[in-house]
């Protein structure tokens, strides 16, 4: 039985990944100028290709939301959360120096990283809720085999 909370985890962990995909592209772009290289030919900055693995990323927060959302165990839903928690990190990463990362020098892309940074936050933060939340019918449970415990001679 789906409780308040886990369709509220998992109403705003489709709105992340939704503001995930759009964020790279849409909401707070990356840089669209191309880099010239030593022999004429254009490329796109590392930034570019931060914002389209960063796509890939919330398209997986999405999907994760959907299978939570109709997932029925309490299991599922935690193994689900770790799942947010990691894509999380992962939307945490790819901006810095230890994931693609983006322009070294100050430019669109710097704000597209701090908002990256809040949301991979937040998917975190929803994750772990999940994660940590006590599962109700396991407390109910083991308060019967406590009762019973102490009841008896």
């Given amino acids: 039985m789906k409780t ?3 369709k509220v985890t998992g ?3 489709l ?6 995909i759009l964020t790279p592209f849409h909401l707070a772009p990356v840089c669209q100028r191309l880099l010239e290289l030593k022999t004429g030919r254009l490329v796109h900055m590392r930034c570019h290709y931060t914002g389209q ?9 999405l ?12 299991g599922a839903r935690k193994a689900l959360g770790k799942v947010w928690a990691v894509l999380g990190l992962l939307v945490l990463l ?13 430019m669109e892309c ?5 908002v990256l940074y809040v949301l991979g936050g937040l ?3 929803n994750g772990l809720a999940v994660h940590l939340e006590k599962d109700r019918a396991a407390d109910a449970t083991s308060g019967e085999r406590r009762a019973h415990l102490s009841s008896a001679p």
């Fill in 4 to 6: 308040k909370l886990q």
């Fill in 11 to 13: 109403t705003i962990g």
């Fill in 15 to 20: 709105l992340l990944g939704g503001l995930i």
């Fill in 53 to 61: 693995a960063e796509v890939y990323l919330g398209i997986a927060v």
């Fill in 63 to 74: 999907l994760t939301s959907l299978f939570f959302l109709l997932a029925q165990g309490s």
């Fill in 94 to 106: 790819l901006p810095t120096k230890y994931g693609i990362g983006v322009c070294l020098s100050p």
């Fill in 110 to 114: 710097w704000t597209t990283r701090i």
């Fill in 123 to 125: 998917v975190v933060a």
